[in-house]
């Protein structure tokens, strides 16, 4: 008889802080903060691209220091690659 008590003293204490965390009240509105990673789909990538790129962090995703070593040799790559008439927008021929 001692555990049902227990067992009740602890579900009543447990409703009540999770009443007490939410106010009662239901969840807000959600909706999409993060901004957009835009990069041209209508042309191959660039080197100028790559400097433009910035992911949005979150809890469980990549290492940031990883993602940005290889978005560096991307561009270093892509940046070797390109003649200047190619980052001025000009199609070679």
């Known amino acids: 008889m001692t555990w049902f008590f227990i067992a009740l003293i602890v579900a009543v204490l447990g409703v009540a802080v999770v009443v007490g965390i939410s106010g009662g009240a239901t969840m807000g ?19 100028s691209d790559l400097d433009r790129v910035r992911f949005n962090t979150a809890v469980r995703g990549y290492r940031m220091d990883e993602v940005d070593a290889l978005l560096a040799r991307l561009r270093t790559e892509l940046a070797d ?6 980052e001025s927008g000009e199609v070679r021929g």
Do not use: K
């Open 81 to 86: 690659g390109e003649s200047p008439a190619d």
């Open 29 to 47: 509105p959600v909706y999409d903060d993060r901004s957009d990673v835009v990069i041209p789909a209508d042309r191959p990538l660039r080197a």
